[in-house]
T-cell receptor
Framework: DGGITQSPKYLFRKEGQNVTLSCEQN?????MYWYRQDPGQGLRLIYY???????QKGDIAEGYSVSREKKESFPLTVTSAQKNPTAFYLC????????????FGPGTRLTVT | AQTVTQSQPEMSVQEAETVTLSCTYD???????LFWYKQPPSRQMILVIR??????QNATENRFSVNFQKAAKSFSLKISDSQLGDAAMYFC???????????FGTGTLLAVQP
């Protein structure tokens, strides 16, 4: 089955630690995205990548980093510089501009204490 | 700047009835796409329906249809014959840039009463 996987579903970390969230897709999509969702708010874009080895900051990139070494993978690192890291994180992918909608993974709930 | 506004934080509908969720947007692009996504309690984002701005005809997907008013920048979602499984958060989203970035509204929480 084609789709997007995110692991783990729930993640707990101590404050001051970096943590990496996994996102893998087997849809052969060029573009991948990371969103953050907080209660009462819509999704906000953290980073996106339209092609391997290239990525751009979204609206709330501070305190996050990404890499795109393979087409299938787009891991997100939440660094200790992120002031409010506890949130629900969603990964998405798409064929590209104007060619299709974004497909979402099941999400990772990160709790930092 | 591109924006998406959903002015109804919560809505309620009786099973088998019809409900309309509102969405307005702003963009300077002439070529763009609009989407409605559903997020059930599992939190998986599911695409409900999409609309290309250049198409005048309103999109429909089974019980789901939109009323796309381009001049008014309005994109409402109509759910007919509402079912208990339709209960979810619904997000309106705009794709109006060269990067296929989605701009989301704040969502409307839909409750379906049996």
């Amino acid at each position: 089955d084609g789709g997007i996987t995110q692991s783990p579903k729930y993640l707990f970390r101590k404050e001051g630690q970096n943590v990496t969230l996994s996102c893998e897709q087997n849809l052969n999509h060029d573009a991948m995205y990371w969103y953050r969702q907080d209660p009462g708010q819509g999704l906000r874009l953290i980073y996106y990548s339209q092609i391997v080895n290239d990525f751009q900051k979204g609206d709330i990139a501070e305190g996050y980093s990404v890499s795109r070494e393979k087409k299938e993978s787009f891991p997100l690192t939440v660094t200790s510089a992120q002031k409010n890291p506890t949130a629900f994180y969603l990964c998405a992918s798409s064929i590209g501009r104007g060619l299709g909608e974004q497909y979402f993974g099941p999400g990772t709930r990160l709790t930092v204490t | 700047a591109q924006t998406v506004t959903q002015s109804q934080p919560e809505m309620s509908v009786q099973e088998a009835e019809t409900v309309t969720l509102s969405c307005t947007y702003d963009t300077s692009e002439s070529d763009y796409y609009l989407f409605w996504y559903k997020q059930p309690p599992s939190r998986q984002m599911i695409l409900v329906i999409r609309q290309e701005a250049y198409k005048q005809q309103n999109a429909t997907e089974n019980r789901f249809s939109v009323n796309f008013q381009k001049a008014a920048k309005s994109f409402s979602l109509k759910i007919s014959d509402s079912q208990l499984g339709d209960a979810a958060m619904y997000f309106c989203a705009l794709d109006g840039g060269a990067t296929n970035k989605l701009i989301f509204g704040t969502g409307t929480l839909l409750a379906v009463q049996p």
